[in-house]
């Protein structure tokens, strides 16, 4: 009986043509489904048996002596417990288990995958949602503001409405007072005049009322409105134009900061300024033209040891409302916040974004006019109130020190001294804050280069050279002078078109002495010799009658103006 080449030494019903291999019932099965042996011919012994000698010698091994011709895919045989026996089936065994291994790590995988890929669809779901419910959620915030800012205008067009009906009242009853006196007195003539035998004491009586009556006649009260004025509501169309042009925000598949959004416009229809590169980019920061001239800012931050590049469009960054009557100075103090100055005895603090968070409250009679902040965080300001004076006030409001100073305007403090620059009339006065006597002066009342109207603002280039802003008329004008007071030049002159100034009453030098001046209804940029760079705003920004300004970040640069016209404060990057 033919024997099995397996382990169990069954009774062998096939030869295997191919492996010349007796193979039993269970090795045949496995066999014919194993791949390297899927093709091989297989017969049953039994027919093998009726078949010649030759073709049956075929079908087996041959002689030990003689070796055998191996198969490609025959593996090789191994002694075990002193047999010689083939171990193409453990072999085909252990790939199937490799290929079953491979087969889980493969479907593992893709089911890794298949999460991920639901998990991200499931947080593109939710950042749909609450994009949705962000835009709801500015639009209900804009919509609110609007309303505020409404009931604000609405509030106002109450008080200017109250204060002009009580001027009118007053003239109607101050007329109708008169126009009854007249009739009064007319009647008595009247009755005197129809009276003919009337007495010498009725006549005495007449003239009496006669000299009264031309008495009054002669001193009749204003009979034009003493106000005239109506009032009006001038919408700001800049605005609406702003929304047709601007979207509210920016739709992005990347998460960033709402302050470095570059709203989508719409078609430009404004003529913008030609643009030029501010002096003194010395520090890595890269200058880009970007659409119609403009320029992006960017600057580089070093974050684990990674370079990150912000850039940052030249544009109004936001936009503060103060609800004051007057608005005059802007200062920067701790924690990035702004200090503004309104001509009262109370300085306004408020976050960058707009955020009220508080004041500083100084005695009554005080009208806190332009600011300094030291770095010790006091506070050196020019006071309108009377009697007029600088002083020094610490961060609760206590008064440090006070210097009477004829009409005080603009100030600037050079702390290495201890000594403050004050425009006073027609020169700039300069005071020791120790011991509040004036230690020299700069510059005489005129027209004349080198001569002054009214100082209205200061400021000092980092070589100690003094910059002041002349505000008159018809000729302010920027003048420069020396650290020891002596003239040297005009930087920039009066005139309405770029490059000039007019009602200027705000003047500021960047650490890398560029200058910043406000004038009537924009703000300009100039370099250390007066050359002008570029206008910072656009007429659709709303810069009306600026005052002071302030710079509050070097990188990116970034400037804030105290905008009176419309009882804000502006931030621009420039």
């Excluded at 669809?121 to 609450?130: D, F, G, N, P, V």
């Excluded at 370099?527 to 810069?543: H, N, Q, T």
Aim: charged letters at 25%; aromatic letters at 4%; proline letters at 3%.
């Amino acid at each position: 009986m033919m024997k099995c080449y397996c382990d169990n030494q069954a009774q062998a019903k096939y030869v295997c043509k191919d492996c010349r291999q007796n193979l039993c019932s269970t090795c045949s099965d496995k066999h014919k489904t194993f791949p390297l042996f899927a093709n091989h011919t297989q017969y049953l012994i039994d027919n093998v048996q009726l078949q010649s000698c030759k073709q049956a010698k075929s079908l087996h091994r041959p002689p030990v002596s003689v070796k055998p011709l191996q198969h490609r895919n025959e593996p090789l045989k191994m002694k075990q417990e002193g047999k010689h026996k083939p171990i193409g089936t453990s072999i085909a065994l252990q790939a199937l288990k490799e290929l079953q291994n491979d087969a889980h790590l493969c479907q593992n995988k893709l089911q890794d995958g298949l999460n991920t890929v639901e998990q991200n669809a499931i947080r593109l779901e939710q950042s749909k949602h609450k994009s949705l419910s962000d835009i709801d959620n500015h639009v209900q915030e804009m919509v609110k503001k609007i309303h505020e800012n409404g009931d604000n205008m609405k509030n106002r067009v109450e008080k200017i409405y109250n204060k002009k009906k009580k001027v009118n009242d007053v003239q109607i009853d101050e007329l109708k007072t008169t126009i009854s006196d007249i009739s009064t007195k007319l009647s008595i003539l009247n009755q005197l005049l129809n009276n003919n035998d009337a007495a010498e004491p009725a006549m005495q009586s007449s003239e009496r009322v006669i000299k009264a009556l031309k008495e009054g006649m002669n001193k009749l009260p204003k009979t034009q409105p003493h106000d005239n004025e109506q009032i009006y509501f001038l919408p700001n169309k800049k605005q609406i134009a702003s929304l047709k042009t601007h979207w509210i925000g920016d739709i992005s598949t990347q998460a960033r900061e709402a302050d470095s959004l570059t709203l989508r416009q719409g078609k430009e229809s404004m003529t913008q300024v030609p643009r030029k590169q501010p002096t003194g980019i010395t520090d890595g920061r890269q200058v880009q033209e970007g659409i119609n001239g403009s320029h992006i800012v960017a600057h580089k931050t070093v974050t684990n040891k990674k370079t990150v590049i912000i850039r940052e469009k030249e544009q109004l960054v936001s936009t503060i409302k103060i609800h004051q009557q007057f608005i005059r100075d802007i200062v920067k103090c701790e924690g990035d916040c702004l200090e503004v100055s309104c001509l009262t005895n109370e300085i306004f603090k408020y976050k960058q974004s707009g955020e009220y968070i508080g004041k500083i409250t100084l005695p009554q009679g005080v009208k806190v006019n332009r600011m300094y902040k030291m770095k010790n965080g006091d506070i050196v300001f020019s006071n309108l109130g009377s009697p007029t004076s600088i002083k020094v006030c610490n961060k609760d409001g206590h008064v440090i020190k006070s210097i009477g100073v004829r009409s005080p305007e603009g100030i600037h403090v050079d702390e290495a001294s201890s000594s403050v620059y004050v425009g006073s009339g027609g020169c700039i006065i300069l005071i020791s804050i120790d011991s509040g006597s004036m230690i020299g002066r700069i510059g005489i009342e005129g027209t004349l280069e080198g001569q002054m109207r009214r100082v209205v603002d200061i400021a000092r280039t980092s070589k100690g050279q003094v910059l002041a802003l002349d505000l008159e008329i018809k000729n302010s004008k920027l003048q420069l002078f020396d650290n020891g007071g002596k003239f040297m030049k005009v930087l920039v002159e009066a005139g309405y078109e770029y490059g000039k100034v007019r009602d200027s009453r705000g003047v500021v030098v960047d650490k890398d002495d560029n200058i910043i001046i406000t004038s009537n209804h924009k703000l300009q940029l100039f370099s250390s010799d007066g050359k002008f760079i570029r206008r910072i705003d656009k007429d659709e920004d709303g810069i009306n009658n600026p005052w002071g300004l302030s710079i509050i970040s070097h990188h990116p640069r970034r400037v804030a103006v105290a905008n009176d016209g419309n009882k804000t404060v502006k931030i621009f990057n420039y």
